[in-house]
Every structure is written in C-alpha cells, then in structure tokens.
C-alpha cells in the first residue's frame, strides 16, 4: 500500500470523514483574499479570533513558514453533528450553537498526531496543527465549498466539521480536484439572517461585526453594533442555522472522544465551563470573566426583559466593576432607562 493510503486508512479508522491531500502551494493567494477583506472593512488583524497577544499575519502565514521544505497538506475533518448538536439554535439559548455542543476538535486532533507519527516513523518531517487557514485549505483539497456564510460546507456533513491539518516534506499524491457543486448557488439566506450586516457580501465576513469573535474578545464594541447583538452572550451561528445546506443532517453517535473543551475551544473557553444555559443578571456578577459579563450587560439592555431586576443588578455592579466594563455597564443602564421612559 502506499504510503499516501495509509495516511488515508489511518485516518479513516480511526474516525475522520474527510481527508484530502494537496501541494502546499495551493493557498499562495489566501493572505491577498484576506487583505482585501481587511482594506474593504477597516478590520485589522486584531479583530481575528487567534491566540492571545499573538499576530494574526505572523500565525496564519504560508505552511512552509511552519516546515520549510514541506511539499504536502493533509487536511482532516471529523464531522460534528451529533445528538447534541442536533437541537435548534434558538436565542432563548443565548450562545450560539457552537458554543454550547461537544467539540470534535480533540477527535481529529487526536487523529492529525497518529498521522504525524506515521509519517515519522518512515523518516519524513511532519507538523500538524499550524495556524494555516482551515476553510480555505478544506475547500481546495477538494473535501467541500467555502460558503458564502465564510463557513466550509460539505456534502452529507453541512457545516458542523471539526478541521486540521498535518503539513509534511514528503510529497504525496494529491487528490484530483473537482470542485464540488456549491449550495451557495442560489441561496443568500445567510445574508439575509445575518443580524448585524457581518456578512456584508458573500463569501466575505466582516470581523468586526461578527457576534461570533465580538463576543469572544476584550476588544471596544461601538453602540451600534451594541444593539445588533441581540442576547448573545457567546457566538451567534444563525448563519449556520439557516443555511439548507444543514437542514438534513443525520446525527452521529458521540464519539467518546469529543468534549466540552474549555482548554483549547475557545467559545467553550470563554463560557468558563458553563455548561447549563446561563443566567444574563447572575452572568454580570464579578465570579465571571470580564468577557461575559460585557456580553451578559449587552444582551441586557437589548431584551430589556425584566428591566427592573436588570437595571437594579447592572447599577449595583456598575461603580465595583473593572474600568473597561463600566462604560458598557452604564451604557446599558442608559438603554434600559430610555426604553423606560418610553414605555
Ligand atoms: S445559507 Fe445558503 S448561501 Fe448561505 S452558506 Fe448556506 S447555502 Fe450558502
Ligand atoms: S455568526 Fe451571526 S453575526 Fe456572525 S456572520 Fe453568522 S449570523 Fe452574522
């Protein structure tokens, strides 16, 4: 068997649904996709979900950054959809379905280390895990499409795959790439369902407006975008919930493996563990990370559900809070008075 089989055989049993291989001078024109995004919207790299502190130009580069001399890329995906995952994602829930579902990152993680080994074992370098852009790669490997929800969708799996990748000197056949047919073709609901305009052409996510990374970092969010949010607390994913192309999806069985990921995924990260549906008022209390209760005093002033127990619980943390919470606190204040008034 050769060698490229193996990687494939490994792969497959021990659970990935997608493997694809390609020359790794297929992405060469991501970062001009990605500079383009960031002129049209004033994003900068910093609105871009990566490590804290670190650069996203200097992380999501070429992967022969990562290895030099690699010649192949391996991209694995694990389909996501399980029981969990398969119940609506509905607002009352108040994080989006990513946030709240088992990850399957850990399974295919898991996987993209039995491949690394593999392959050194028959004295080749190989690296897994970089921060190489996922998406982009899934859909020129040929395993699915870019949608225009900036999701990657495939075939019988929608959009819930858990993606990696392994990065290798050896060159490996790559896969004849046929672009599959794209349910993007005549459907625009995400666009329309977007709440706050992220998705403002298609195939092209405006990070700064994305509730998914605006809810997941400390960075300044203007009143208007405010408002949108709707009661978010953590990701949004209505993107994902309209899209047909998740409409039949068949629920696997868990895998043991996947988890509620708290080290590594980072909307279960900034849920601190939290794993039953939140409370919004107990949500602004100080035992919670700044992150979410920002979010929690934000869905607050927009619901404006309960609004005398909201504005007595944001009044009583606004003046003990961290200083970059209590612009946000007494903002919402503001908000909740106003609709008060206007009742
Ligand atoms: S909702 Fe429609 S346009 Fe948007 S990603 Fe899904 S299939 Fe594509
Ligand atoms: S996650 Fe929500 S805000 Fe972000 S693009 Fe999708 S629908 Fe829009």
């Excluded at 960031?38 to 996203?56: H, I, K, N, W």
């Excluded at 290895?67 to 995952?85: N, S, W």
């Excluded at 994080?95 to 593999?118: C, E, F, M, N």
């Amino acid at each position: 068997m050769s060698l490229r089989d193996e990687v494939k055989e490994l792969a497959r049993s021990q659970g990935a649904q997608l493997v694809g291989m390609a020359g790794v001078e297929v992405y060469t024109d991501y970062l001009a996709q990605v500079g383009e995004r960031l002129r049209e919207t004033g994003a900068g790299p910093q609105d871009y979900m990566v490590s804290d502190g670190a650069s996203f130009f200097a992380l999501l580069s070429d992967a022969r950054n990562a290895l030099p001399g690699a010649k192949t890329i391996i991209m694995l995906g694990v389909y996501a959809y399980d029981k969990i995952a398969a119940t609506r994602n509905t607002r009352g829930d108040l994080r989006g379905k990513t946030a709240r579902i088992y990850s399957y990152y850990p399974v295919v993680r898991q996987i993209s280390r039995q491949i690394v080994a593999l392959l050194q074992s028959r004295g080749h370098r190989a690296i897994q895990g970089q921060h190489v852009p996922l998406k982009f790669l899934a859909d020129r490997t040929g395993l699915g499409v870019y949608g225009k929800n900036g999701i990657f969708l495939a075939e019988r799996y929608g959009s819930y795959i858990a993606l990696r990748d392994v990065i290798t000197d050896v060159e490996l056949v790559p896969d004849v790439y046929e672009r599959p047919a794209s349910p993007c073709e005549d459907c625009d609901r995400c666009l329309r369902a977007c709440p706050t305009g992220a998705l403002y052409a298609p195939y092209k996510v405006n990070p700064k407006l994305c509730i998914n990374p605006i809810t997941r970092r400390m960075a300044f969010i203007e009143p208007e975008t405010r408002s949108n949010m709707w009661n978010w607390v953590c990701g949004c994913d209505i993107c994902q919930e309209v899209c047909p192309a998740n409409r039949d999806l068949v629920a696997r069985e868990i895998d043991p493996r996947a988890c509620f990921d708290s080290q590594h995924h980072s909307s279960h990260k900034h849920l601190d563990g939290l794993e039953r549906s939140p409370d919004l008022i107990e949500l602004l209390g100080e035992s919670y990370p700044e992150i979410l209760r920002r979010n929690a005093a934000i869905a607050l002033a927009n619901i404006g559900k309960g609004r005398q127990e909201a504005l007595m619980a944001l009044k009583l943390h606004v003046d003990t809070a961290p200083a970059q919470l209590q612009g946000y606190f007494r903002w919402a204040v503001n908000v909740l008075e106003d609709k008060k008034n206007q009742a």
